[in-house]
């Protein structure tokens, strides 16, 4: 009975955590507007095979989200609470797995409670859950594939079978060979750490997560003989190679986020916050149980593993680090409860600690999205609708990926992109009402009218027509 309330009071508070607000604010940064847009094009064409941005394919990810978001904008129509509605999903089941999980392995309710909480208050891990992208669905597969692997490993069965199962098939279908390579290399660790320990090779212990794992790749390989069908080898050489390979070794230069090996480790005090001091002295402190207590050596591998993986990567981003969030979470509560069977009369403050964090994040909710108007797409896409509706015709000079995600997002439509100076020439003088968004940090001249400019955020977007005459030039 205890078990259920601490499992009803957590997915409720979970719940308000993740869903509460999710709709209150426009798509913003670069990467809402970005999937956003390719999932509204799914939506509107029904093409559920090649992701497409601006009418151009988009080969970045293999399309598990932009299906999940489309599919809510069918049921609940196109808006941004719903495109983010299956990554607040992704998080909130990625919370009660690990609770489930903890309690299976016969850890303390405190303890599991505490990990599942600490999980869905870590800053980064919180804030990605909230926003559109298919993060949140590959911490999710991670943790399903991992989970489940674990668990087989003390006693195999169908459950934990279907569950290793459904995470590789989750992890890939959200980010191809990453989905892959971020539960294979706990896998091999957790594998040669026993073979070590043991001194002996167990050929079944390599061959059941290998096997199983050829069965989680069916769904993604059935979508890419789809698309093989519509792009041809290009198409999957931008999947499996430019965007999986070529961001790990730099090969694929124009992916951008290519940092400095150390660029993680320079990141490591900000990178579970509120709980980073717990994760590692918790880290320092089990070193030496692992013999006596697997289910922590176990997790260390988990976050030490992945950790390693991405730092070799060429490409990084914060974001990157979110399937670690887990692992973490679970050090941290099992070293806050070392703590306090020292300190017992501390359990009250840490109760009271946890119930400020989760109100602290409640506030946030309605706080940022205020603070993060400026940076939002809505008043510029409003008036590319209002010039619509007044009869323009209006296109994207050389459009970002973020104003060509945002415009077909708001507007439902595509929006014709001018990939060069020519073409945006060439449109202006076709028709005199014809309108062109161009990016830029100076005025455009060559005989362009600015008929006005909005700036998000710190960029800048200018509307121009091309007739030269009176100056109509408006200044918002």
Excluded at 82 to 106: E, H
Excluded at 176 to 195: C, D, K, M, R, S
Excluded at 311 to 322: E, H
Aim: charged share 15%; net charge positive.
């Amino acid at each position: 009975m205890k078990s259920i309330r601490c499992f009803a009071l957590l997915l409720l508070i979970t719940a308000l955590l993740f869903f509460a607000g999710l709709g209150n604010h426009p798509l913003q940064g670069s990467t809402e507007p970005r999937v956003g847009g390719i999932a509204m094009e799914m939506y509107l064409h029904r093409d559920w095979v090649t992701p497409r941005l601006n009418g151009e394919p988009f080969l970045e990810k293999p399309p598990l989200s932009l299906w999940l978001d489309s599919a809510a904008m069918t049921v609940f129509g196109p808006s941004a609470w719903a495109v983010r509605l299956a990554s607040a999903l992704a998080g909130l089941f990625s919370v009660l797995l690990l609770f489930i999980t903890l309690r299976r392995l016969d850890r303390p309710m405190a303890v599991a409670t505490a990990a599942a909480l600490m999980l869905a208050t870590s800053a980064s891990f919180w804030s990605n859950v909230r926003q559109v992208g298919e993060d949140s669905l590959l911490s999710l597969g991670v943790s399903l594939a991992l989970l489940g692997f674990y668990l087989a490993s003390r006693q195999r069965s169908a459950a934990s079978a279907l569950m290793f199962i459904t995470g590789i098939a989750v992890a890939t279908l959200s980010k191809g060979v990453l989905g892959l390579a971020l539960p294979g290399v706990v896998i091999f660790a957790w594998l040669l750490a026993e073979t070590l320990r043991d001194r002996r090779l167990a050929p079944g212990r390599w061959l059941w997560p290998a096997g199983l794992t050829l069965v989680g790749l069916v769904p993604l390989s059935v979508w890419l003989a789809l698309l093989y069908q519509q792009g041809g080898a290009q198409a999957l050489n931008d999947v499996l190679w430019a965007n999986s390979v070529g961001r790990f070794n730099g090969s694929f230069s124009e992916a951008g986020h290519f940092e400095p090996f150390h660029y993680y480790l320079g990141k490591l005090p900000e990178a579970f916050l509120p709980w980073n001091l717990l994760v590692y002295l918790g880290l320092w402190h089990f070193r030496k149980q692992w013999r006596v207590q697997p289910h922590l050596m176990f997790f260390s591998l988990w976050l030490l593993a992945q950790f390693a993986l991405l730092t070799l990567a060429s490409s990084k981003r914060m974001v990157y680090l979110m399937a670690l969030a887990p692992p973490a979470a679970v050090i941290a509560a099992e070293y806050a409860n070392v703590l306090l069977a020292r300190w017992q009369g501390w359990r009250a403050a840490a109760t009271g600690l946890m119930a400020v964090v989760v109100l602290a994040y409640l506030a946030a909710v309605w706080v940022i999205p205020q603070a993060d108007q400026a940076e939002s797409f809505l008043p510029l896409t409003e008036r590319i609708r209002a010039l619509q509706a007044q009869g323009h015709t209006v296109a994207l000079a050389t459009p970002s990926e973020r104003l060509a995600g945002a415009g077909v997002f708001y507007s439902r439509s595509l929006l014709p992109a001018l990939p060069t100076e020519e073409a945006l020439t060439h449109f202006l003088a076709q028709q005199e009402g014809n309108v062109a968004v161009m990016e830029r940090q100076d005025e455009p001249g060559n005989g362009l009218v600015v008929m006005e400019k909005l700036a998000v955020g710190t960029r800048v977007y200018y509307f121009l027509q091309g007739r030269v005459g009176t100056d109509r030039s408006r200044q918002h």
